[in-house]
């Protein structure tokens, strides 16, 4: 009786176990292969069929256009595989795969060269520095992979934003009814406006309000805008979960007399945190999903901007390319989505 | 000099039609250092009751009398345990009586406050699982939290709303002995509402039934005056522990029976007959 439970619990980290490893695991996971593999069969053929009625137009329209000779001559190049005849449509499972290779020894290439520019101008920016300048920075191309950290550092910026602004905003609404009223229009109204009209309408504010011009701006006009198109949820249940606190803590708390400030911190805010936390998940899938855009629209670079310069080049495997970074974030989706709710089970204490 | 004086208090809920007397002329004196128990069926208005004398609800009209002055709102001097426990499920048990005991005793120093805390913890015999959550704990368990939470502060009066009536027989029997146990070392003044007469009878100096509501109001007052410490297996054999139980539980069924009567209003049915397909209306009569 005297052991007393000092022991901390272990981190429950068993949601990072694959599936397989776990009990009746092994024939869920089948499944779960089956399903991928007919999936990529499916997206296979498709992409196949495709090919094949761009390849039929083509040869069409040169023999309607040029003569049987051109057609035939199409035909061939068609069949070489050459990149001037290529059909511009949806890439093979291979060739977004070979596209995901391309992408990644490019992100090498690049690496290296950041490199070398580092050590190259290492000497330099160390003088430059101690004369109080700023240092010689690279202005390469990004990779595909700095593409990918730009746009995690928006979301996440953006969903910091959204919590630093939400939340309390939330708490305020949830503890005065009146207040809730009155201000109720605003989040009803603001809530279904576009991402992009958010862009436009931060974009005319972050320009005229920030004059300075080392400033990197389209960062943060989609930073600010993703912030203020994800708040909404987080800010409708943190109000919501705030003002339906259970009478039976808040007699505790009144019997205890604790004060206003102490009756928020200790009781109210604990009390409302599974559905703050429940808010803030739904908040970061939507950061997610409008990043894209807005990232897209601000010339901001990043995923967004990746898609879109891709689809303006129309290299040969551009389409390739657009492919992978819509896996990529799917699966960063998926991974910020895992991490929310492993959170929003932390937080939960029923 | 009586501590709690309960004078003419009335209360009702809701307005126009659908407003309902919970509460009607309740009078009532608690001596200082008294056990007083309040039966009364499920409904009869005893957590309104409660939450008044708690400061929670104030009354439509009378007053309530705690040491000489009105009382307006909760204070610290009258500590609660409330039906369904009311833990902070986000706090430990340790940190769960720290709630209170840091919000009553704001001056002492960190070490006191410590050793208060863990000394109620151990009143309750609870030191092996200080450091749980309230969902990790079984409902007595939970209970006890709550009693050393309301104990800690040291309340001159304890307030108890139907603590045991969730927990199971054998849980209840032992918290029964628990809470008479710290009652009997300070013998502060305190108010038990029940719904079980033998609870009351083990436990009270005095039991008062609440007749049931709309526009409760208390009935005669019964003295328990069965020296303490009282066993509770020898008592079913003490012929006046059955004499009071005996009549306490004849004053409930009959205020249960005359609740029933009065509701029998007789209502003149009308003069109809069922229409037969086929008969002809005469053939019915």
């Known amino acids: ?350 | 000099m009586s501590i709690l004086s309960i004078n003419n208090v009335s209360k009702s809920y809701g307005s126009g039609s659908s407003k309902v007397d919970v509460l009607k002329n309740i009078n009532l004196e608690v001596e200082n250092g008294e056990f007083l128990a309040i039966v009364g069926f499920s409904g009869s208005g005893k957590t309104t009751l409660m939450q008044m004398l708690a400061g929670l609800v104030q009354p439509d009209r009378g007053e309530i009398i705690f040491k000489g002055e009105k009382v307006t709102g909760p204070s610290a001097e009258r500590g609660m345990i409330f039906q369904n426990y009311s833990l902070l499920p986000w706090l430990t048990v340790y940190e769960n009586v720290a709630l209170s005991v840091n919000a009553i005793y704001k001056d002492k120093s960190k070490v006191i406050k410590d050793r208060i805390i863990r000394e109620s913890v151990e009143m309750v015999n609870l030191t092996p699982a200080i450091n749980k959550k309230p969902k990790e704990l079984s409902g007595g368990m939970r209970q006890r939290v709550s009693v050393a939470r309301a104990l800690a502060v040291d309340p001159e009066l304890l307030l108890m709303d139907e603590p045991l009536s969730a927990l199971d027989a054998l849980t209840r029997g032992n918290l029964q002995d628990e809470i008479l146990n710290i009652w009997s070392k300070n013998k502060r003044t305190a108010i038990l509402i029940t719904n079980d007469v033998d609870e009351g009878i083990l436990m009270a100096d005095r039991i008062i039934p609440l007749d049931p509501g709309p526009n409760a109001t208390f009935g005669p007052e019964f003295k328990i005056d069965l020296e303490r410490p009282r066993d509770k297996t020898a008592m079913n054999h003490d012929p006046r522990f059955k004499q009071i139980r005996n009549n306490i539980i004849e004053y409930l069924m009959d205020i249960g029976e005359g609740r029933k009567s009065t509701e029998t209003e007789e209502f003149i049915l009308p003069d109809l007959q069922p229409i037969i397909k086929g008969s002809s209306l005469k053939k019915v009569a």
């Open chain 1, 1 to 350: 009786m005297k052991t007393t439970a000092t022991l901390k619990k272990p981190i429950d980290l068993s949601f990072l176990k694959p599936k397989f490893l776990k009990e009746g695991g092994l024939k869920n996971s089948l499944f779960t292969i089956a399903s991928i593999l007919v999936f990529l069969g499916v997206w296979h053929l498709g992409a196949t069929w495709l090919f094949n009625i761009e390849a039929d137009r083509k040869i069409q329209k040169a023999l309607t256009e040029q003569g049987t000779e051109a057609a035939l001559k199409m035909e061939e190049c068609i069949a070489s595989g050459a990149v001037k005849c290529k059909p511009n449509t949806l890439p093979t499972p291979n060739q977004v795969l070979a596209g995901f290779n391309t992408l990644w020894l490019d992100h090498k290439v690049i690496s290296a060269d950041k490199k070398a520019f580092a050590q190259k101008t290492a000497k330099v920016n160390a003088s430059r520095e101690a004369k109080g300048l700023s240092p010689i920075a690279y202005t390469g191309r990004p990779s595909f992979v700095d593409q990918i950290g730009t746009s995690i550092k928006t979301v996440l910026a953006g969903v910091l934003l959204a919590l630093l602004l939400a939340v309390p905003a939330g708490i305020v609404l949830g503890l005065s009814t009146r207040l809730k009223s009155s201000l109720n229009w605003i989040i009803q109204v603001f809530k279904p406006v576009s991402p992009v009209v958010w862009l436009l309408l931060v974009f005319m504010i972050v320009k005229t309000a920030i004059s300075n011009a080392d400033m990197d701006k389209s960062f943060i006009i989609s930073f600010i805008s993703v912030g203020l198109c994800s708040m909404w949820a987080t800010l409708v249940n943190t109000s919501v979960g705030v003002s339906s606190v259970e009478k039976d803590y808040l007699n505790v708390a009144s019997v205890l007399q604790l004060s206003t400030f102490k009756k928020v911190f200790k009781v109210i805010l604990p009390a409302s945190l599974p559905m703050i936390f429940t808010g803030l998940r739904i908040t970061v899938s939507v950061a997610w999903m409008v990043l894209i855009a807005i990232e897209l629209l601000a010339q901001s670079p990043g995923l967004g901007s990746f898609v879109w310069e891709e689809f303006q080049n129309g290299a040969n495997d551009s389409n390739a390319k657009i492919i992978v970074a819509m896996f990529v974030i799917g699966f960063i989706g998926f991974a910020l989505d895992r991490i929310m709710m492993y959170l929003q089970n932390a937080m939960s204490f029923k």
